[in-house]
């Protein structure tokens, strides 16, 4: 079965940098880490989920939420079996729980979804890692 595990989460000062890791494992021979787009989300305190960032499966194509943009970078490493988000220029407001997901997608609304909708589907959706941006 496929896990999901992020890494990376901390507290941190405003205008810092955090570097956050997804290691995906639990492919079968059918079906491998470059099959899939993947991306991350995050959870403020008292708010919904809102997805982030979603890479391709090659790599070629990424896409932002405009909070984000310019300031986060998603990237993978296909023979790791791993994507990372690196978060530069953090604001109190990037504080949240943040999830590595499987199989994003930008929506025609512009926003940053997942294929299995709103539910954390274990497959496809990682245990999160806490980023806290505090003086």
């Known amino acids: 079965q496929l896990q999901l595990v992020e890494s990376g989460g901390g507290l941190v000062q405003p205008g810092g940098s955090l570097r956050l890791s997804c290691v995906v494992s639990?492919?079968?021979?059918?079906?491998?880490?470059?099959?899939?787009?993947f991306g991350w989300f995050r959870q403020a305190p008292g708010k919904e989920h809102e997805g982030i960032s979603c890479?391709?499966?090659?790599?070629?194509?990424?896409n932002y939420v405009d909070s984000v943009a310019g300031r986060f970078t998603i990237s993978r490493d296909n023979a790791k079996n791993t994507v990372y988000l690196q978060m530069n220029s953090l604001k109190p407001e990037d504080t949240g729980v943040y999830y590595c997901v499987r199989e994003c997608f930008r929506s025609r609304e512009n926003t940053i979804k997942v294929i299995t909708g709103d539910t954390r589907t274990a497959t496809y959706w990682g245990q999160g890692t806490q980023v806290t941006v505090s003086p």
């Open positions: 639990g492919f079968t021979l059918e079906e491998g880490f470059d099959l899939y787009s």
């Open positions: 890479i391709s499966s090659s790599g070629a194509v990424t």
